[in-house]
Nanobody, 125 residues
Framework: QVQMMESGGGLVQAGGSLRLSCTAS????????MGWFRQAPGKEREEVAC????????YYAESVRGRFTIARDNVKNTLYLEMNSLKRDDTAMYYC??????????????????WGQGTLVTVSS
């Protein structure tokens, strides 16, 4: 049974930083490409970053490039999202996702097989 659990969300002031983590179990972690999605109230879920099996290739949405960093530790079965210079527009529920296919681009939710439950990030002014 695959389980994925995000942590690290919370309330932060604009300009601040947070580090999200996603720990996976029940799968061979380095067989899976990983992504971070977010969904703000009233908006569609969008992928903000993805990473390949080894962690050597990453892609970012334009809205977060240069501020967010995705990384993975295949020994700890954990995915990370380092978020700096946070803006109010970054307020959303953040989800990690896993899939066996690596497509060399940002994806839509239907492209991922496994999901975490989400962690809420709230950025205040």
């Amino acid at each position: 049974q695959v389980q994925m659990m995000e942590s690290g969300g919370g309330l932060v002031q604009a300009g601040g930083s947070l580090r999200l983590s996603c720990t996976a179990s029940g799968l061979t972690f380095d067989d899976y490409a990983m992504g971070w999605f977010r969904q703000a109230p009233g908006k569609e879920r969008e992928e903000v970053a993805c990473i390949d099996f080894s962690g050597s290739t990453t892609y970012y949405a334009e809205s977060v490039r240069g501020r967010f960093t995705i990384a993975r530790d295949n020994v700890k079965n954990t995915l990370y999202l380092e978020m700096n210079s946070l803006k109010r527009d970054d307020t959303a529920m953040y989800y990690c996702a896993a899939d066996r296919a690596w497509r060399f681009r940002l994806l839509v939710p239907a492209d991922y097989k496994y999901w975490g439950q989400g962690t809420l990030v709230t950025v205040s002014s």
